[in-house]
């Protein structure tokens, strides 16, 4: 049996967000925040949450760290579209708990740089996507 693949969500795959139900993995308890400060945004007509791969830049980002198993995680890549030219891309980076304790090595779905040009930005950056946030969030598939 596979290991599961750890994630870190930060935006509408976290719990009690629009796209939760896709995200059929294990939790870790607690809230986690990046090690390093990445730029996150609220972008385009549909109110995407996008994390650019740009560590350094923006704010140390909060979010929530599960555990997927492969079927999940193919699922949660749909969503994003990872396949898709000028969307999403699944990256490695660290993250902690927000309470302190160790680093865990993570993916998250970090969005393409391009989309900034092209679309407008809302909100940003943020050290979190919040409920606030989530209300000009529209499907996109």
């Not at 596979?2 to 719990?15: D, M, Q, S």
């Not at 400060?37 to 979010?63: C, N, S, T």
């Not at 865990?104 to 989309?115: D, E, K, L, M």
């Amino acid at each position: 049996m596979a290991l599961p693949h750890r994630i870190f969500v930060y935006g509408t795959l976290k719990e009690g967000f629009p796209n939760f139900h896709v995200n059929r993995g294990a939790r870790r308890p607690g809230a986690f925040v990046t090690r390093q400060a990445y730029p996150l945004y609220v972008i385009g007509e549909f109110g995407l949450p996008w994390l650019l791969h740009e560590p350094g830049q923006g704010k140390r980002v909060l979010g929530q760290v599960f555990e997927v198993e492969d079927a999940a995680l193919a699922a949660m890549d749909v969503l994003e579209r990872v396949n898709d030219a000028d969307w999403y891309a699944r990256r490695a980076l660290v993250v902690g708990p927000v309470d302190g304790g160790d680093l865990v090595q993570v993916q998250a779905y970090f969005g393409s740089p391009t989309r900034l040009i092209t679309d407008a930005v809302h909100h940003g950056p943020l050290a979190e996507y919040t409920d606030a946030h989530q209300v000009l969030y529209r499907m996109h598939l």
